[in-house]
């Protein structure tokens, strides 16, 4: 399992999506599990109390170089994810990349190429250009 490709998984989807098949069936289950996504790290802050959130502006400016940025610039995330989140966060993730690859697969979308192309773009434009 370790060595799966994105490729390997988005095929794989492509065999289970027999009851998914409709675009717009897929887009709102995706949309859907993007709140569940959202949902579980919330529940993790006001329910299990794992991590919090101590949120204030970010003292930035444009010329900070990498490090200073990684000094100054926070997550506004205290804590780490206890065992149970981890599980609960992890596979809501799973269940968007699962619709994300559905999407893909009926648009012919190559999930591989958009990861090496957004790579790419990350490279290209630097840390404070990805927004
Ligand atoms: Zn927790």
Same mark, same amino acid.
Do not use: W
């Given at each position: 399992?370790? =060595?799966?490709?994105?490729?390997?998984?988005?095929?794989?989807? =492509? %065999?289970?999506?027999?009851? &998914?098949?409709?675009?717009?069936?897929? !887009?709102?289950?995706?949309?859907? +599990?993007? /709140? /569940?996504?959202?949902? +579980?790290?919330?529940? +993790?802050?006001? %329910?299990?109390?794992?991590?919090?959130?101590?949120? /204030?502006?970010?003292?930035?400016?444009?010329?900070?170089?990498?490090?200073?940025?990684?000094?100054?610039?926070?997550?506004?995330? @205290?804590? &780490?994810?206890?065992?149970?989140?981890? %599980?609960?966060? =992890?596979?809501?993730? *799973?269940?968007?990349?699962?619709?994300? +690859?559905?999407? *893909?697969?009926? !648009?012919?979308?190559? !999930? %591989?190429?958009?990861? @090496?192309? @957004?790579?790419?773009?990350?490279?290209?434009?630097?840390?404070?250009?990805?927004?």
């Amino acid at each position: 399992m370790n =060595s799966l490709t994105l490729k390997q998984f988005q095929d794989q989807v =492509s %065999e289970l999506l027999l009851r &998914h098949r409709s675009l717009l069936d897929v !887009l709102s289950k995706f949309q859907q +599990s993007n /709140a /569940a996504v959202n949902r +579980s790290v919330i529940k +993790s802050i006001t %329910e299990c109390g794992c991590i919090e959130v101590n949120a /204030a502006k970010q003292a930035y400016y444009p010329d900070m170089t990498m490090e200073e940025a990684r000094v100054t610039l926070g997550t506004h995330v @205290e804590g &780490h994810l206890c065992e149970n989140c981890m %599980e609960a966060v =992890s596979s809501e993730l *799973g269940t968007n990349l699962f619709y994300m +690859s559905a999407l *893909g697969n009926i !648009l012919d979308v190559n !999930l %591989e190429k958009v990861v @090496e192309n @957004e790579s790419k773009k990350c490279s290209t434009l630097g840390f404070f250009n990805m927004s």
